[in-house]
């Protein structure tokens, strides 16, 4: 897999992703029709001209093709930190895929960005993100009860970390 820049051609490639209810629904996320999809392409296009940058939205593709296969996120925060997520198209669940765009975005991070600590979270329903986190080598940091009330229920976000001198760029 490869990371880059969110270019305007990739809207109908993401409307596979944002567009589909089993896999942005466990984020608390609702699904995206294509005029949402194109705003969020235009979004990241935005992000990625800022001068200094606090987002990092980024097409995932594989390698052989450049097939747009999913998503990667970082969110600078204060004291070095940033906020790191993804979504993969759901065909592709389970592939590892979402191991590796997190794990490059983890070691952009550190090694370009000069970062401290790298977070991500998820909900309760969504428990293999959890394993993702730990598989990189993030550790568990705690669950915020009753964190977002989301399609009529409450619920739960479980948050990890990694921190500079931890990482080891599975």
Known sequence: MALRE???DDAEALSLIL???ATVTPYGADTRSMDEVQQYVTDARRAAEQDPRDRYILAAETLEGGELIG?????LGPYRSAM???????DLWRSGNASEG??????FGFRKLGLHRIWGCHDSTNPASGMVMAK???TY???RRDAAFVHGQ???SSTYAVLEHEWTGV
Request: proline letters at 0%.
């Open 136 to 138: 990189v080598g993030m």
């Open 154 to 156: 409450w619920i739960d």
């Open 141 to 143: 940091e705690g669950t």
């Open 102 to 107: 997190i794990v490059t975005m983890i070691d």
């Open 19 to 21: 567009g589909d209810a």
């Open 84 to 90: 790191v997520g993804g979504l993969v198209r759901r």
């Open 6 to 8: 969110i270019r305007e």
């Open 71 to 75: 998503i990667a996120t970082l969110e």
